[in-house]
């Protein structure tokens, strides 16, 4: 199935209120819910936020790993164990190491509503790698309890691993890099969910259809949304519509046989982070349109699908910041992560003729 090529210029979208929830957050990469309705935010530079009715605590919480916070490396993403309430887990991934020789690691923690501990590493990736790009780093849980994790490719060229330019290792199943990965809950049994990855900050399950949905950077251009499917090889860097940052094409080829096709493609690139699909239980309008936010582009992309997943329409929701993270509330609205710093800000997006306060995150408070 080819991408749809929408327009580079969509239209902006109309009907939506902004609110300013926090502010303060120093380059903030991932949120997750507790069950009492607080959240958890992580911040690059390697500290845990928690955000308590309304009100961000000016004490990071303890017991985060120590992190190599260099350029796209430090804490990334959180995430809450579908069961926290019988087992108080709390996950995070991060890159560890040093400029030199570095990976991405998923660890677990204990959260006893105060400090993290003790810190458990589930899984690293095998590959060490030098400089600081390409982590991956997105979580998402599956409904049979499973955790889908995302890992980058490893780097722009010079970036080599065993004499080949580190992007090649997306094709090579022995090989953590490009691809996002199934684990247990414990770390165990990691094998390839799908291959032919570049570098995906968004990664979410449709509730309506169990579907499965990453947003992937490009290089100069080219950046995808895919519907995933296990066992399928999405191409990168065989096939792509990105160019070298110098400016040649990657690749002759945009399409081929045995390698699936993205469902959009973004030229010029979005850079896609932070990926939500609406249930619609709060605003029945918003039910399985996609929501993809954009670091390059400072928005929020809404996507209207048909029944088989295509792309029919694309619209903007301005933010005027680099969006880093998009997800739905507990209670359906849509709650955006600006990557700024010192103030990164947390934002609910919902209808501009909605007037119900929705429980949460709550108003900002102090």
């Not at 749809?4 to 929830?21: K, N, Y």
């Not at 790993?65 to 579908?82: K, M, W």
């Not at 493609?265 to 979005?270: D, F, G, L």
């Not at 929701?317 to 998009?326: C, E, L, N």
Request: charged residues 20%; neutral net charge; aromatic residues 6%.
């Amino acid at each position: 199935m080819l991408a749809l090529l929408l327009p580079a210029g969509c239209a902006r979208a109309q009907g939506f209120r902004q609110t300013e929830l926090v502010r303060g957050l120093e380059h903030p990469w991932g949120m997750a819910w507790l069950p009492d309705g607080s959240l958890l935010i992580s911040e690059r530079p390697g500290r845990l936020r928690i955000v308590r009715n309304g009100v961000l605590d000016p004490r990071p919480i303890p017991g985060v790993p120590e992190v190599l916070a260099a350029g796209q490396g430090g804490l990334l993403d959180v995430s809450v164990h579908p069961r926290f309430s019988e087992n108080r887990f709390v996950y995070l991934t991060y890159a560890a190491g040093s400029a030199e020789a570095n990976h991405t690691r998923l660890a677990r923690a204990r959260f006893d509503g105060r400090v993290l501990g003790p810190l458990e590493v589930l899984f690293a990736v095998p590959q060490l790698k030098s400089g600081t790009q390409h982590f991956g780093s997105r979580m998402l849980w599956l409904p049979d309890g499973t955790l889908l994790l995302a890992i980058g490719d490893g780097g722009n060229p010079p970036i080599a691993l065993d004499g080949e330019l580190i992007r090649l290792q997306a094709q090579k199943r022995g090989s953590a890099l490009g691809k996002i990965l199934r684990l247990n809950d414990d770390g165990t049994g990691a094998d390839v969910w799908s291959l032919g990855h570049r570098n995906i900050q968004g990664l979410a399950l449709d509730p309506l259809n169990g579907r499965v949905w990453a947003s992937e950077h490009g290089a100069r251009g080219g950046d995808e949304l895919n519907l995933i499917q296990p066992g399928l090889n999405y191409g990168w860097p065989l096939v792509t519509h990105s160019r070298e940052y110098t400016g040649p094409a990657i690749s002759a080829r945009r399409t081929a046989p045995g390698l699936e096709d993205p469902r959009r493609v973004w030229t010029p690139a979005i850079a896609p982070s932070g990926l939500a699909v609406a249930s619609g239980r709060r605003v029945p309008g918003w039910r399985g349109q996609l929501f993809a936010g954009g670091l390059v582009s400072g928005d929020v992309r809404r996507l209207s699908l048909d029944a088989q997943g295509r792309v029919l329409a694309e619209e903007a929701i301005t933010i005027g910041a680099r969006v880093r993270d998009v997800r739905e509330g507990p209670e359906g609205f849509l709650y955006v992560l600006t990557d700024e710093a010192p103030d990164g800000r947390l934002i609910r997006l919902e209808p501009a003729d909605s007037h119900t306060e929705p429980s949460g995150a709550g108003p900002r408070g102090g």
